[in-house]
């Protein structure tokens, strides 16, 4: 287990997400100088993320520091830009508008939605998306 700040032995964690930062883009995209920025890269990329588990560090292009691992956190506090799992929310596309519900905080761009129209799960960005209400 690693993590950059305090976690509370007490607390109710859970599994948030598997093998973050494991794909070879995301090790050769990272920049991170440190241990440290490479684990907070990984760990605030997944909304609710505390700490990772399973830790594999790796040394890229002998500059950067890339991790990967299992993110933990508490699945309550998951939300991200003020977007949280079971919100309604609303968004436009190609001049159409569409509603929806949050179905999953995929990563820090992106979430799964379930359109209220027809019920088919899309990914939209966070930047696209006005909350509309909560459950």
Do not use: H
């Not at 440290?36 to 830790?55: M, W, Y």
């Not at 830009?81 to 508008?97: C, E, I, P, Q």
């Amino acid at each position: 287990m690693v993590s950059n700040r305090n976690v509370d032995s007490n607390g109710n964690y859970v599994l948030i997400k598997s093998y973050m930062g494991a794909t070879n883009k995301e090790i050769k995209n990272s920049k991170a100088k440190s241990v440290e920025a490479a684990i907070d890269q990984v760990v605030k990329s997944t909304p609710g993320g505390e700490f990772l588990k399973n830790v594999k560090i790796y040394w890229v292009d002998s500059k950067y520091i890339a991790v990967e691992g299992d993110v933990w956190g508490i699945a309550d506090n998951a939300n991200f830009r003020g977007f949280a799992v079971g919100n309604k929310v609303k968004w436009t596309k190609l001049f159409k508008d569409y509603t929806g519900e949050i179905m999953d905080l995929k990563n820090d761009k992106s979430c799964t939605i379930k359109r209220d129209a027809d019920g088919s799960i899309v990914e939209v960005d966070y930047k696209d998306l006005t909350k509309i209400g909560n459950k």
